[in-house]
């Protein structure tokens, strides 16, 4: 949501009215977002594998931050001179760069949030009752 809302912020807007509010979003989802995930991440894996586990997951998230850092730098970079090619200032120009990549990174957060909920399954236990209702149909038999 933050991104999205970056996505859409003015040329020349007050800090505390257009900026702030987004940013405390982004810090705030990403506060509670993260642990999540690792949480998520590291529920499956056997003590003597946590080590490992927890060393890729962080090795995963440095690595994928960085490179999606250069792809939306470089696809803001080029959107930003393709504007100033067409006569924008370079205050209008900068925003429209800034603009896109937030705008790409927004789509590609909902896509990776779409494709956590369909390929992450649930490891819900059962509950007792449906426990003893199969014992019972077993000694039943």
Wanted: charged letters at 10%; a negative charge.
């Amino acid at each position: 949501m933050a991104l999205l809302l970056a996505a859409r912020g003015p040329v020349s807007g007050d800090y505390l009215r257009d900026w702030f509010p987004v940013l405390a979003l982004l810090g705030i989802g990403g506060g509670l977002a993260f642990p999540s995930l690792a949480v998520v991440a590291m529920a499956g894996t056997s003590p003597s594998d946590a080590g490992l586990a927890s060393g890729l997951l962080n090795t995963t998230g440095q690595v994928g931050a960085a490179l999606g850092l250069a792809v939306l730098a470089t696809v803001s970079t080029n959107r930003t001179g393709e504007l100033i090619a067409q006569g924008q200032t370079t205050a209008a120009a900068l925003s429209g760069g800034y603009h896109l990549a937030w705008a790409i990174g927004a789509g590609l957060a909902i896509a990776s949030i779409v494709l956590a909920v369909t390929l992450v399954k649930s490891n819900v236990a059962p509950s007792a009752e449906t426990l003893v209702d199969e014992e019972v149909e077993e000694a039943c038999g």
